[in-house]
């Protein structure tokens, strides 16, 4: 059975940065796509980022030139770093490995 671990949420001051951490325990084969996508309080879970095998990346309109996504496929690690934090980044994040895999999910809470 796989697991997704996601580490490194906490609370930030507005400005801040934040690394995002993802590794799946188990075996899994030929991850296509990772991920990140938030959830904050009332609203729908969104995409924040993804990753394909390839190295291609795709980034929601909110985070461009502040968030950067990496993998590594060696380790089936996904990472997020997050820079200029602002309070609309507060979210619950979580990683994605396609087709279905979900991690629990890290708090990121940005104080104004």
């Known amino acids: 059975q796989v697991h997704l671990v996601e580490s490194g949420g906490g609370l930030v001051q507005a400005g801040g940065s934040l690394r995002l951490s993802c590794a799946a325990s188990?075996?899994?084969?030929?991850?296509?796509?990772m991920g990140w996508y938030r959830q904050a309080p009332g609203k729908q879970r969104e995409l924040v980022a993804t990753?394909?095998?390839?190295?291609?990346?795709n980034y929601a309109d909110s985070v461009k030139g502040r968030f950067t996504i990496s993998r590594d496929n060696a380790k089936n690690t996904v990472d997020l770093r997050m820079n200029n934090l602002k309070p609309e980044d507060t979210a619950v994040y979580y990683c994605?490995?396609?087709?279905?895999?979900w991690g629990q999910g890290t708090q990121v809470t940005v104080s104004s």
């Open positions: 990753i394909t095998s390839g190295g291609s990346s």
């Open positions: 188990g075996s899994i084969f030929r991850i296509n796509a």
């Open positions: 994605y490995f396609s087709p279905k895999y």
